[in-house]
Structures are given as C-alpha cells and as structure tokens.
C-alpha cells in the first residue's frame, strides 16, 4: 500500500499551539486534494498520513498539490510495510526498481522510532543496503553504494504500525499554514513583484486578498485577465482568493489634471494606499502587502516611501524590499508566475507616467497638493469595485 507521509516543517518547533497549526494544516491539505478522491488521514510522530483509498488515484498529482501546501517541511511518497525485515525486503526490493532505474548509486537512511524493532538503524542500512546491492548484482546491472554523493537516497523508517520505504523525499513548500497569521490585503498588479510578495507572506500563514487597479480604457480588459490568471496560479498556495477590482481612471484623471506632473506617481500610490486601508477595515485585514523593493524605481526610493507609508493606517509589508530583481525572479520562475507578470499588457502605474518623476517628495508638500483633489473618488472607491473569487 502506498502512502504520503507530510512530515512538518515549522509547525514541529511550536509549543502549546502546535495542535492549532496541525488542524489548520489538514484542512488545507484537505481543500488542495479535493476532486481526487477519498483519503484516509492519521497522524503520528510529527507526520501527516495520506492513505488513498483508491488504488488508481493519481498519485503524481497528489504530490504535486503537497508540495504546495504551507506547513509541510517534506513529502514522502512511501510504501508501508509490516514491520518485519524478511517482509521488507521481499516487497521493498522491488519496489525501489523505478526508481533506481537510472541510478549508478544509492545509499540507505534508515531510523527506528520503534526502538523494539530487533534490528538497529546501523545494521537496518546495512543490512537492506546489501540486500538491494545484490538484487541489482544478479540482474547484472551496475548500481553501487555511495555515501557521500547518491544519486539516490533510499530513507527507510520503522514508525509506529509500519515501515515505510520511500526511495524520493521532495522538500516541501515550508512556512505555515495559510489561516494561521490572520488576514492581509496584497496590491497585486500585473508585475513580477507582487505575486511574490503575495506568496511569501502566504507562507507565513496570512489569508489573502487580493485588490488590483485598473484604468479603463487606458488599460485593457487583457492586463485584467493577466491578473485573474496570476490569482489562479496563486490560489495553488494560498487557497481561495478573493480579487477585488477597483477602477482608478477618474481619481487618476484627477491627478493628471490637478497636480504637477513630477508629484502624479506619489499622488497615485497614496490614492492606492487609502483604498487599500478602507477595503481593509472592511475585510479586518491587519496588514496591507507590496512588492516594493528599495531603489526599483522612483516611487520606491526611501523618501518616496515615507509618503506612501503616511497614507495608511494599517502597517505595509514590503517582503521582498531588500531583494534584487534576479533573486525576485527566480522565486517567480519556482513559483509558476513569471510567464504570466512577463506578458505584455500595460499597468494603471504606466499609463500616465512623469518624465522626471520626484525622487526626493516632501510628505508636507504632498499634503497640500492632495488638497486639490476630489476626496470623494477614494470615499466612493466601492461604488467603481469588481469582485471575483479564486
Ligand atoms: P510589480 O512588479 O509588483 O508590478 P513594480 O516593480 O512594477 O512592481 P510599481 O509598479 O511601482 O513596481 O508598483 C509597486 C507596488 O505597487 C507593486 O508591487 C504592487 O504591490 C503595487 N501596485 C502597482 N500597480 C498596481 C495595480 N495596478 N494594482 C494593484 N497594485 C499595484
Ligand atoms: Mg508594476
């Protein structure tokens, strides 16, 4: 019988409310794997149990959910066996064959929870070592032991009721479950940035929402669709997505119309930020999520984001501000959102973009220019939002 064995990440580090952190996990788990069938789950050791109870489920794409789980430090894809060593090797040799089929070498890790088990760690890897080096002897096959650099990895551990074999342990996607921080709210544009922002303060528990901007017709019912299809691929970790879409155009018009053109760009996030804080109040998130990164570009030089900051109540989460873009990159290549930010449709940000944008904006002057503006398109924000759910 094969079963997948979630062992935990962080959550095996927690104190009193681990009990807290396991529940939220197996619900998660739970959400993720719906629609492919039925599964029995137990729990023992530090270990998540996922016994499906078909025996034609799609194990691959079981897998492959898991490892979007938060919570989850390693998925291992095992067989269970009794705890008995003849039995092991009779039925554990030849499962390991698809997996060693290309291999040139392999070691064993083995681990005895169950310390009545007659054969010691030591001697259990060892022991099935030899055992599995002189099956691949007869069929004439090279496959050697190699301790330091296998390329396979065989991890046998005798556990509580069985002995699980499982010839390829995958790291999992870490963190902590999603629902265990409480809720934020993510300025999710069309960008590489954002959707990682999104996912990192994802693993660390946060529900999210998502709030996008758009200005019609300056932008294009194709950059709204590029972000429903980033909320999609972001819902695989962070589970269901509400995308709340708001129509920026007059209060951008506004801007363009009323106000210098080196101030439009911080004019413009803090008309983000105060709806982000008003949507906020309304969803009881306790924080606002950017993928603002230090010296990107001219709103995000540290005096820009003093002006920013001072439009929100709420505290502004910044999880990849001291990050350059290659390191930005290659979490949204790991992640499944890099192709999508890359496609070419235009932002609300770049519709009506400064020549020389101010890189040094005073708050007080910033003030008074906003005193020019029509308050009520930010009062009035919900009248011109969109929602639609992941
Ligand atoms: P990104 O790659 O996330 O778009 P960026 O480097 O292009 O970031 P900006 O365009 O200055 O930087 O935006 C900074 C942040 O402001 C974004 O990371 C995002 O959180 C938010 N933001 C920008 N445009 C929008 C939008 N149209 N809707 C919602 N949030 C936005
Ligand atoms: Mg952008």
Request: charged share 25%.
């Amino acid at each position: 019988m094969e079963v997948f064995m979630a062992k935990y990440g962080e959550i095996a580090l927690k104190g009193n409310n681990k009990r807290l952190f396991e529940e939220r996990m197996v619900r998660n788990i739970k959400h993720r794997l719906s629609g492919l069938g039925d599964f029995k789950y137990s729990r023992a050791q530090s270990t998540l149990y996922i016994t499906p109870k078909s025996e034609t489920a799609d194990f691959n794409e079981i897998e492959r959910r898991l490892l979007t789980v938060f919570g989850i430090g390693a998925v291992q894809r095992s067989l269970a066996l009794p705890k008995n060593y003849e039995e092991i090797v009779r039925l554990g040799v030849p499962y390991l064959e698809k997996a060693l089929a290309n291999a040139k070498t392999f070691k064993v890790e083995a681990k005895r929870a169950d310390k009545t088990f007659p054969m010691n760690s030591m001697e259990l890897m060892r022991e099935f070592g030899g055992e599995i080096w002189e099956a691949y002897q007869k069929k004439q096959k090279p496959l050697e032991v190699d301790l330091h650099n296998p390329d396979v990895v065989v991890y046998l551990e005798i556990r509580d009721t069985h002995a699980y074999l499982c010839p390829n342990k995958l790291q999992g996607a870490g963190g902590i479950p999603v629902g265990a921080s409480g809720r934020a709210l993510v300025l999710l544009s069309g960008g590489i940035d954002s959707p990682v922002a999104a996912y990192m303060m994802a693993k660390r528990g946060m529900t999210l929402d998502m709030l996008h901007f758009q200005s019609p017709p300056y932008t294009s019912e194709r950059a709204l669709m590029k972000v429903e299809s980033l909320c999609e691929k972001l819902a695989e970790y962070c589970g269901e997505i509400n995308l709340y879409c708001v129509n920026l155009t007059e209060a951008q018009e506004d801007i363009r119309d009323n106000a210098p053109e080196e101030y439009m760009t911080v004019l413009l996030r803090r008309v983000m930020m105060k709806i982000a804080a008003k949507l906020s109040a309304k969803n009881y998130c306790s924080a606002i999520i950017t993928g603002e990164s230090v010296g990107q570009v001219a709103s995000q030089t540290p005096a820009a984001i003093i002006c920013t900051d001072d439009a929100s109540p709420l505290p502004v989460y910044r999880p990849v501000i001291g990050m350059d873009k290659i390191e930005i990159t290659a979490i949204a290549r790991k992640i499944g959102t890099f192709d999508i930010s890359t496609l070419p449709y235009e932002d609300c940000c770049t519709v009506f973009t400064p020549r020389r944008p101010k890189l040094k904006p005073f708050l007080s002057d910033i003030k008074k220019l906003e005193e020019r503006l029509n308050a009520d398109l930010i009062e009035n924000f919900m009248e011109k939002t969109t929602i639609k759910a992941f």
